[in-house]
DNA sequence: TACTGGCAGTAACAAAGGTTACATAGCTAG
DNA sequence: CTAGCTATGTAACCTTTGTTACTGCCAGTA
């Protein structure tokens, strides 16, 4: 475990801290589509994720579903931490990605090395940071975007996380995430189809040229 | 200005604490309409309320804007602290709601806390835990609501964080706050209105009963 | 008083997105 | 090979929201 701490973590925390991390963590390897952690559900750990991605949605009370951000290698998860301090329920749903590698680290360290490690500090504010605008981003998207753009886009991401030039996914699972309907994602993607920016196929969608 | 730090924080902050605020911060009274920050610009201090409230607005680049939260006694800018560490540039836009009191902390001087009172720290956490619970919210009522529950929703704090029984604001003010059309805000206002649950005047709404 | 500018009301239309319904195409288990 | 299931394609229609255009109204002021 020290191995990959000190891969993907090295650059930010120092030998003592890795070391502490790699005593108390429990190394974690789950496929994709596992489900991480569900909405109302207390949270035991915080991930320190490894490689791989992780998604994480929002759900509303009829059971509708959104995409929020994706988390990736080096990130770990804000609301998690938020959750921690307060003892609170999650407010998310996260479901891996892809096969992810994680590390979990129990929450009750947190608040220690907060205090003794100004590098575990940074981490987690710099991590605040990242979601913050994270979340900013996906407020702009809904709130000024028309659908095709945040389909497009949707794409774009979906196809970097997977390192896939083709998108393993139903339109109803992408209509899902977006927050919309099987019909209306069939739709654009038939437009974008005939625009000559990607292939429709029975269960995947190949990438052509997104730009 | 120890008089309203004690007031305000002082059951989150040790005395000491509470004196290094004192001793750096500059208490500053901002008329409502005061823009305190605005997208782009570098971020010279961190803001504790004393009274009042500000408004947290996001803007796209054609100039449209969005409501994001308010600012109200007891709480910082989670945003402003974020952008401290990343000497990045302010991603949102603020203007005081009503008049307003606060006290401006340099933020050299958040490194030093973070590590020197545990006190700060979890004020700091907290403070971004509400934000992104925020945000969370924000992105519910956009994603999940329709114009008429958000502006519904949208009257409710106005008039809590006004203390005032009327909303004092065209409707182009507020269609703008809610990223809609005057025409469209109008509709329904008068939709409400014919529901008994505001009345509507010139330049300001009368609220009856918005349960 | 008459003029002016900003605000609100309303109608008519346009566009985006959601809904329903049905057809068809591929896959897969027998 | 075929029955049956699931995914996709498409049309017709509805609702919500946005747009344009025009009206009247009020307040301040020349």
Redesign the pocket.
């Known amino acids: 475990m020290i191995q990959e701490l000190k891969q993907n973590y090295g650059h930010l925390f120092e030998d003592d801290l890795i070391n502490e991390i790699a005593q108390v963590g429990t190394y974690k390897e789950v496929p994709a589509g596992f489900k991480l952690m569900e909405i109302g559900s207390y949270i035991k750990g915080m991930p320190l994720l490894i490689s791989g991605a992780i998604k994480i949605l929002r759900d509303d009370k009829e059971g509708d579903e959104l995409l929020l951000y994706y988390l990736e290698k080096g990130d770990t998860c804000s609301m998690t931490m938020s959750c921690c301090l307060g003892q609170t329920k999650s407010e998310i749903r996260a479901i891996a990605e892809t096969d992810t590698v994680l590390i979990m680290v129990p929450i009750q360290k947190m608040e220690m090395w907060t205090s003794k490690y100004k590098s575990w500090r940074n981490f987690v504010f710099e991590s605040y940071h990242t979601r913050l605008n994270e979340m900013l981003h996906t407020i702009d998207s809904i709130a000024f975007?028309?659908?095709?753009?945040?389909l497009l886009e949707y794409l774009k991401n979906k196809s970097r996380i997977n390192e896939d030039n083709s998108i393993r996914?139903?339109?109803?699972?992408?209509?899902g995430e977006?927050?919309?309907?099987?019909?209306?994602?069939?739709?654009?993607?038939?437009k974008l189809?005939k625009l000559g920016k990607i292939e429709?196929?029975?269960?995947?969608?190949e990438i052509i040229d997104l730009d």
Do not use: F, G, P
């Open positions: 975007n028309n659908m095709d753009q945040r996914n139903t339109h109803q699972e992408i209509a977006l927050h919309s309907s099987r019909v209306v994602i069939s739709r654009l993607l038939k189809e429709l196929h029975r269960n995947y969608i």
